[in-house]
């Protein structure tokens, strides 16, 4: 059996750990132009108490969480999962889906979308508007143009309050 040579894709360690750029509370640990665009690899953090990311559907990748630490509750449709230490949950292509911490600590998780959509533009630009105060029309304007539409009328979303 023979393997496919691709001289564009040299393979290696890289190491990002302490360079790796933040924006908001997500960190990008592998984007997805460092690995060929075949995935992106980011590590996010939610506070508790308050829904991390409205329900949302993304027409060119799929989104997996993989729990660090902390409880994750993961909405993928219309039914609520809660996630702790360990548990993955995946998301198809034009999945609802939102996510949210519980309990007295952050959750910490990896997000892995694929293939390696550019997200970096899309955290970036959210943590300036949140930053400023944008109005919720002006970052479902901006999410749209970065492949997130956001459903903020989405009946699940009231039931995070109940988990």
């Known amino acids: 059996m023979s393997f496919p040579t691709v001289p564009d894709a040299a393979p290696g360690v890289y190491r990002y750990r302490d360079e790796a750029e933040t924006a908001g509370p997500a960190r990008f640990i592998a984007p997805g132009d460092?690995?060929?665009g075949g995935f992106g690899l980011f590590e996010s953090a939610a506070a508790p108490g308050r829904i991390g990311a409205?329900?949302?559907y993304h027409q060119g990748f799929s989104e997996s969480?993989?729990?660090i630490s902390g409880r994750l509750a993961v909405m993928s449709d219309r039914t609520w999962q809660v996630l702790g230490?360990?548990?993955f949950a995946h998301v198809p292509v034009n999945g609802v889906h939102a996510f949210g911490a519980l309990g007295d600590e952050p959750a910490r998780f990896l997000i892995l979308f694929v293939p390696g959509a550019p997200?970096?533009?899309y955290f970036r630009r959210l943590a300036?508007?949140?930053e400023r105060g944008?109005?919720?029309d002006e970052i479902d304007a901006m999410a749209r143009e970065c492949d997130q539409?956001?459903?903020r009328d989405w009946p699940a979303q009231a039931r995070f309050a109940e988990l």
Request: with cysteine; charged share 20%.
């Open 149 to 151: 539409v956001n459903l």
């Open 85 to 87: 230490s360990g548990d």
């Open 65 to 67: 969480f993989w729990v």
């Open 54 to 56: 409205v329900p949302h």
């Open 134 to 136: 944008a109005p919720p």
């Open 34 to 36: 460092v690995v060929g």
């Open 119 to 121: 997200r970096e533009e």
């Open 128 to 130: 300036e508007c949140l």
